[in-house]
């Protein structure tokens, strides 16, 4: 494999974990309305996401 595609990979695994670190702080502040907030963006994100894909697995 070559060093971009380690870096990369290593890149996709450091912001999945800001991701998942993001998500405890945001769940350890007990705050019900940036929980309620966060969760929405999260939403709204994986389905932006999954429309973008199909859009691209079509142009293919």
Same mark, same amino acid.
């Given at each position: ?5 380690? $870096?990369?990979?290593?890149?996709? @695994? *450091?912001? %999945?974990? !800001? ?6 702080? =945001?769940? $350890?502040?007990?705050?019900?309305? @940036? *929980?309620? %907030?966060? !969760? ?6 994986? =389905? ?13």
């Amino acid at each position: 494999m070559k060093l971009s595609g380690k $870096l990369y990979k290593a890149a996709r @695994k *450091i912001g %999945k974990a !800001a991701v998942v670190a993001n998500d405890i702080e =945001t769940l $350890l502040t007990l705050n019900p309305k @940036k *929980i309620a %907030k966060r !969760a929405a963006r999260k939403a709204t994100w994986k =389905t932006s996401n999954k429309v973008t894909r199909k859009v691209t697995d079509r142009m293919k």
